[in-house]
């Protein structure tokens, strides 16, 4: 017996696409419940902790857009890169690395600047800077050197949390923090602006606008033109006239900035204070993402929000059952198998043949 | 002072295993073809299981073993995905990352801050009481001398034998080693689950030896590390050897470092592995020397015989 794939001769259509994402979720949440089950836990209730407040109730769903706002930004930070088959898997870092450029900038670099509307685009070009920093070493380590990005940024994303653990358990440990590595509060002039008491804030707006940049970009310019031929085949990118090595570094350099303006939000809108594990690995969550999204800047609002949920149903499970949640984890890692796995069967016609 | 000379050098190699195990069964697998950056999920897996092993149970050997047959599993996925549905390998090698880090936590949760039996320094008659080096090589724990023997058997393997050629021939040239009759397929999966096993040896180093206990995410990127030592060693397990203990090095330069009072503070300390895995790839990674001296040249590529790509 033997397995034949067949190349299909048409593209899928959207809405095959669509579908087949649709079962790759639903796969993993069957898998989820086994997991769940595995420690004696009933998965239908844990199912209904997952969503029921945090999509059913008013409370629920703004803390479901607020976890979205740092999942939107890394996802559209590393969709750049990855439009262009670059694995860009530097966003936790890049995130974390614009967090600590914002948090350096309301606390000590700006002392004197009172006025919101000078601070808060302050904060969010330096988070930009630092996060594409970030982003351009891998970056020109890949263009000139060849070196592999993957284990480049992973390496940085060490490298920042690091820093981020220093800084806060060493000389930025701020007044009254008990001796909790954590910082002072940011003064009132570098907290973007709230809506109510549940932790809306203006950061969600401007990831909502940063989607449609990056639709723009992608689609609109030479740029995202580039970005498609070189994705599609390099070589056939390098014949087009396509500078490949600035490209490359273009992208890694945006993509950085994108998550290190992530970072900026996270602190000015939701945080307001720097600590070591501030981020619960959101640039990793990112790169499931931008996947199940095709890679579509529209569609990546949603997943997002869809993670959003996911998250915030996953401190519910913690809080209510008990259980730990590291399983959106294993969710995760089970979801890009299905969704591997659900392309090859929209791609090809597998056939056992006997032989 | 001698003490610390020993100690550190003692912890070089006792942090280097884990590295090595990790990096010789990736060489393994990428000697046949195929690309596996799951290192860091299948060491957690195997340092999840080995430690819940050993403390369900209390037999070491045990928990070994099933943390080396956790790798393997989880090797077999991705070999299933890379291999039989040829899907994007650093995808699904990122997959089996999330799937291990989400697991051993999830499952791990239950034994944090438990106490398990573990793996306790044996020394070598004669050779443990040499000056220096015997305190340093010769009075570590069993699973260390298996690092030892580990490369010269994988060295022997892959240069002298049938077996070993045949392992070259389908990472280099698959259509030729279909040609001569060996089977590319089988070949990679029997490979890329044996680099599984090794990866969850590493594991086990770490949760039953290294730092007996269990934490989630305790492997802190050291399946990532082998990666970058694959490279580095060039798909050879002598000089592999050689990158492990020095990384391993590295990452306990701090212990020494706190008891000479090198006024660095110890989360600055904690970036040296990682910085130094940048650095070791901007001289390993360039062009040139990987057209020297060769990655496998069909690396993450599927074999089709029908499809040639």
């Known amino acids: ?355 | 002072m001698n003490d610390i000379v020993i100690s550190t050098f003692a912890g070089a190699i006792r942090a280097g295993t884990p590295l090595l195990f990790a990096t010789l069964g990736e060489i393994l697998a990428e000697r046949s073809g195929v690309l596996n950056l799951g290192l860091e999920g299948m060491m957690l897996m195997g340092a999840f299981t080995g430690f819940s092993i050993s403390y369900i149970t209390g037999n070491l050997w045990l928990a070994v073993l099933a943390a080396i047959l956790v790798g393997g599993l989880m090797a077999s996925l991705h070999a299933f995905m890379s291999i039989t549905l040829r899907i994007n390998q650093v995808v699904s090698g990122l997959a089996l990352v999330f799937l291990g880090q989400g697991l051993s936590g999830f499952w791990g949760n239950a034994y944090v801050g438990m106490q398990a039996n573990s793996f306790q320094n044996l020394k070598i008659p004669l050779l443990g009481d040499i000056p220096y080096i015997g305190p340093i090589v010769f009075n570590r724990d069993i699973l260390v001398y298996i690092g030892y023997i580990s490369v010269p058997v994988i060295w022997w393997f892959l240069y002298k034998t049938t077996a070993g050629m045949n392992l070259r021939a389908v990472g280099e040239a698959p259509d030729a080693a279909d040609a001569r009759g060996i089977n590319v397929i089988l070949t990679r999966y029997l490979y890329t689950i044996i680099g599984g096993f090794f990866s969850g040896l590493a594991g086990a180093y770490i949760s039953l030896a290294y730092t007996p206990m269990w934490v989630q995410n305790m492997t802190a990127g050291r399946g990532w590390i082998a990666v970058a030592l694959v490279i580095f060693a060039i798909w050879d397990p002598v000089i592999a050897l050689i990158g492990a203990y020095a990384f391993g090095g590295i990452s306990v330069l701090q212990f020494s470092f706190q008891i000479l009072q090198v006024p660095i503070p110890v989360n600055i300390m904690n970036m040296f592995p990682y910085i130094f895995t940048v650095f070791v790839m901007l001289f390993a990674s360039s062009n040139r020397i990987k057209k020297l001296f060769g990655a496998p040249s069909a690396l993450g590529v599927p074999y089709s015989r029908e499809e040639k790509t």
């Open chain 1, 1 to 355: 017996m033997k397995i034949k794939f067949e190349k299909k001769s048409t593209k899928p259509s959207k809405v095959s696409i669509f579908l087949s994402s649709l079962i790759s979720i639903l796969i993993a949440l069957v898998f989820l419940g086994f997991i769940i089950l595995s420690l004696g836990d009933d998965p239908f209730e844990a199912y209904w902790q997952l969503v029921s407040w945090a999509m059913g109730t008013v409370p629920g769903l703004i803390q479901s857009l607020v976890s979205m706002m740092p999942l939107l930004f890394t996802s559209l930070g590393v969709l750049i890169a990855f439009k262009m088959k670059l694995w860009n898997i530097g966003a936790e870092g890049q995130f974390q690395m614009g967090a600590f450029a914002a948090t350096w900038g309301a606390l000590y670099l700006f002392p004197n600047i009172h006025n919101p509307w000078v601070m808060i685009p302050l904060l969010m070009i330096l988070g930009a800077a630092f996060g594409a920093f970030w982003g351009f070493l891998p970056g020109i380590m890949r263009a000139y050197l060849g070196v592999n990005e993957i284990l480049s940024t992973l390496m940085l994303n060490y490298v920042a949390i690091y820093w981020v653990n220093y800084l806060t358990y060493g000389p930025w440990k701020g007044p009254g923090s008990y001796n909790f590595p954590i910082t002072a509060k940011f003064p009132q002039s570098a907290i973007l602006p709230q809506y109510g008491s549940g932790g809306l804030n203006f950061g969600i707006i401007i990831s909502i606008i940063m989607a449609f940049f990056v639709l723009y970009l992608v689609k609109y310019t030479k740029f995202g033109f580039h970005l498609e031929i070189a994705g599609d085949n390099l070589r056939a990118g390098e014949y087009a006239g396509v500078n490949v090595k600035k490209l490359i570094i273009l992208a890694m350099v945006i993509g950085g900035a994108i998550s290190g303006i992530g970072g900026m939000a996270e602190m000015s809108g939701v945080l307001f204070r720097l600590q070591p594990n501030f981020s619960p690995g959101y640039g990793y969550t990112a790169v499931i993402i931008a996947w199940l999204a095709r890679l579509d800047p529209i569609a990546t609002i949603v997943v997002s929000f869809f993670f959003g949920v996911l998250l915030v149903g996953s401190q519910q499970l913690q809080l209510f059952m008990q259980i730990p949640s590291s399983l959106i984890n294993a969710f995760n890692g089970i979801l890009l198998f299905s969704l591997l796995a659900s392309e090859v069967f929209m791609r090809y016609r597998i056939k056992v043949v006997r032989s």
